[in-house]
């Protein structure tokens, strides 16, 4: 096995030797090596987990987001029981091997239906600095029987927080809309404030924002509102934010519902409308793909040089659909060194009946780009180089599968902190005829991450110490995690990574080393 370099600091023979000896120890004592795109074993029954979130009636995962402490949680639509058909808002929890979290919420999920509604599905999820959590989605209002953009926050053990909006519970009508309002993503910015994006009327993003508090922050866009009103249909409204806060909301654009392309919308930290992002007939501001297909555009990321990669689905002549990745410079404009057009269209293989799309997108720490969705009823994925060519050391050629044995469709997908690939969505046939279960899969990114920056200054307080830093090492080598790890270990108040969080994601990220997650 290859080890990882470690700069070491002059600190005398016998302490190299005994480092060198540790991080050997570190290495060959790390969870096996798995081949990219292959199920992670850790996780629940051999990568995947059913979850049955309320009996006898059905749920479907639809967001995902990770915690620090490497718990999951999962955003569903679920029907309250199996005698009341009505929609409430749901929310899951996991440990990082995919058993429930029973200590949030109610024995591991929260479902309700908001107060003032008669309808109410989540859509998003997104976890604070603080560790609470943020869920949008949307709202049958009551008094006015039209959807409403909702959200609620809730504590780090799954109640409701009641210094956000009404007792934790925040509905929204839609700008300027005597119609609909359809959540679909929750942005957080520096500041604590909250943007939540979506769909608004008959086709027209949308997006609000909230004050740390949950009310309607009327210095964001017109009155708290920001929306792509004049330039077309717009379908869709997922959304994904720049690091100084700027933010993009992607979909569907054209002329109806029935003919689209990819299309990005840019607006500032403010909610401004970003009118120089691109010019696409007449249409300041909205940067639209332009292949000779109907396509449209399901999740985004932002890479570090701020261009943005969208993900989704394409139709290039045939009857099936493709999985669609598109990739566009900071200005808007395609990118041309993205697989020499700024296009990659997988495209599905012989004998699928019902093709293919990714429902999310992340940018590795390398570059690489992970697309993933759904494959003929199925979780699938794919990984692409930087360049846009398909990653072939990924599954097979590129691209993965996971041959559940039930009937898939897959709506949400994210990453952990190790660039491991997590999917969500609603299963058949496993809960009765008639009855869809939230179920999830775990995919490894496989093989050692290439050794950056990485020192013998395991708690980074600027000093590699035999009694801090060496312990520390020990303890990960005889298989410690959490709490063990720093317990009865005085480090110095410089020390940057004092919980074992930090310093896991040091050693997995840094210093190329492969450890259990828990």
């Not at 999985?323 to 599905?348: E, H, K, Q, V, W």
């Not at 060519?389 to 990924?394: G, H, M, R």
């Amino acid at each position: 096995m290859k080890v990882p370099h470690i700069f070491t600091p002059k600190l005398g023979g016998f302490f190299n030797v005994a480092v060198a000896g540790l991080v050997l120890l570190v290495s060959t004592n790390s969870l096996a090596q798995l081949s990219p795109g292959s199920l992670d074993p850790t996780f629940g029954t051999s990568g995947r987990i059913d979850a049955k979130l309320v009996a006898g009636a059905s749920d479907t995962g639809v967001g995902v987001a990770v915690q620090t402490d490497r718990k999951i949680v999962v955003v569903s639509g679920c029907t309250a029981s199996s005698t009341n058909n009505a929609q409430v808002f749901c929310a899951a929890r996991f440990n990082a091997d995919g058993s429930v979290d029973t200590g949030f919420a109610a024995g591991g999920k929260y479902l309700s239906l908001l107060p003032g509604t008669t309808f109410s599905t989540s859509q998003a999820v997104a976890i604070q600095s603080d560790g609470k959590i943020v869920v949008a989605g949307y709202c049958l209002n009551a008094a006015t029987t039209f959807y409403d953009f909702c959200s609620i926050r809730l504590t780090v053990t799954g109640a409701l927080d009641g210094s956000w909006g009404a007792g934790g519970v925040v509905l929204t009508p839609p700008p300027g809309f005597n119609t609909y309002g359809y959540a679909g993503s929750v942005l957080l910015q520096s500041d604590g404030k909250v943007i939540v994006t979506g769909t608004c009327g008959g086709g027209t993003f949308c997006a609000v924002r909230y004050t740390v508090a949950g009310s309607l922050d009327t210095t964001f866009g017109s009155a708290g509102y920001a929306t792509s009103a004049g330039l077309g249909y717009a379908g869709g409204g997922k959304a994904a934010l720049y690091s100084d806060g700027r933010f993009v909301v992607v979909g569907a654009c054209g002329a109806s519902n029935t003919a689209t392309d990819m299309c990005v919308i840019r607006f500032a930290a403010n909610g401004v409308r970003d009118t120089a992002y691109v010019n696409v007939a007449g249409l300041p501001g909205i940067a639209i793909g332009a292949p000779a297909h109907s396509e449209g555009a399901f999740a985004a990321a932002i890479q570090p040089d701020n261009k943005v990669v969208l993900a989704g689905y394409c139709t290039a002549g045939q009857s099936l659909t493709s999985m669609c990745a598109m990739r566009l410079n900071d200005n808007g404009t395609l990118d041309g060194t993205f697989n020499g057009s700024g296009y990659r269209l997988i495209t599905p293989a012989p004998g699928l009946t019902q093709g293919l799309s990714a429902q999310g997108v992340t940018i590795n720490w390398d570059g690489k780009i992970m697309l993933a969705g759904g494959c003929d009823l199925d979780f699938c994925a794919a990984r692409l180089h930087s360049d846009g060519a398909l990653d072939t050391a990924y599954g097979i050629g590129g691209l993965m599968r996971t041959n559940y044995g039930f009937a898939v469709n897959v709506y949400g997908a994210g990453a952990d902190g190790d660039g491991n690939q997590l999917m969500v969505g609603g299963c058949y046939g496993n809960d009765g005829a008639g009855i869809t279960d939230m179920c999830a899969v775990r995919v490894m990114r496989g093989g050692l991450i290439p050794a950056q920056t990485c020192t013998l200054d395991v708690d980074g307080d600027g000093i590699a110490m035999t009694f801090t830093d060496v312990l520390l090492l020990l303890r990960v080598s005889l298989g410690f995690t959490g709490d063990d790890v720093t317990r009865a270990t005085t480090l110095f108040p410089g020390a940057r990574r004092s919980v074992w969080p930090t310093i896991r994601d040091y050693l997995v990220k840094q210093c190329g080393m492969v450890l259990s997650p828990l």
